[in-house]
């Protein structure tokens, strides 16, 4: 069955360092998602791409976040400084028509 | 304010107990409500998505229901390795596609 493959599963980065994480979402899926998961705390919704654009962000995105698809496999976010506060799963989501995500395993960031 | 309660937070059934998880949402319209599974330290796994009050849906032990205001998960005779947080998420229209979790339950089963 086909997957979302993200990587790194762990990593642990120094505060104000940037991070990459990065995510190979299904091939012929056309929408592209982060969300993240404080412990212990609901999963949140970060952005959404599609066509090589964001097509929505939410409060959490701010200046400190990008993303980017690359080339036609990989779609990476990007934190500029980390923050203590940045500490999270990640989760990489890609869809083939907006319903019914498939989600990666996630990306465990811990800023010390 | 699109809002998502699941109940109950967590739940301890004996295997061959029979039991529901509860859902309640508050959107301006909904576009789609989902079941995910989720392991520890794993990412959500799709279960169902129920479009339109009334609907059902069946996967081996567990079976998925809507109404206007909310949604039931029903697991029937459980099995040790149905323990997971089990959680639920809203789609709302307004031009989005973002999906609003709940808290979720945490549902062990013990032999």
């Known amino acids: 069955e086909p997957e979302v493959t993200q990587t790194p599963s762990h990593q642990v980065t120094q505060m104000g360092q940037e991070v990459i994480l990065r995510c190979v979402p299904i091939?012929?899926?056309?929408?592209f998602y982060w969300y993240r998961q404080i412990l212990g705390q609901k999963v949140e919704f970060l952005v959404s791409?599609?066509?090589?654009?964001?097509?929505?962000k939410s409060e959490i995105f701010d200046d400190q976040f990008s993303v980017e698809r690359p080339d036609g496999s990989n779609f990476t976010l990007k934190i500029r400084s980390t923050k203590l506060e940045d500490s999270a799963m990640y989760f990489c989501?890609?869809?083939?028509?907006?319903?019914?995500?498939?989600f990666g395993s996630g990306t465990r960031l811990t800023v010390v | 304010e699109d809002q998502v309660t699941q109940s109950p937070e967590a739940l301890r059934l004996q295997e061959g107990e029979s039991s529901s998880l509860n859902c309640s949402y508050t959107?301006?319209?909904?576009?789609?409500l989902f079941w995910y599974r989720q392991d520890p330290g794993k990412g959500p796994e799709f279960l169902f998505t129920?479009?339109?009050a009334g609907e059902e849906k069946e996967k081996e032990r567990l079976k998925a229901t809507l109404t206007k205001k909310e949604s039931f998960l029903h697991i029937t005779a459980p099995k040790p390795e149905d323990s997971a947080t089990y959680l639920c998420?809203?789609?709302?229209?307004?031009?989005?596609?973002?999906?609003?979790f709940g808290t979720g339950t945490r549902l062990q089963v013990f032999p």
């Open positions: 989501a890609s869809s083939v028509d907006s319903y019914g995500y498939t």
């Open positions: 091939s012929n899926h056309l929408y």
């Open positions: 791409f599609y066509n090589n654009e964001i097509s929505e």
């Open positions: 959107v301006s319209g909904l576009r789609g």
């Open positions: 129920l479009y339109s």
């Open positions: 998420a809203v789609q709302a229209p307004r031009n989005t596609d973002k999906l609003i």
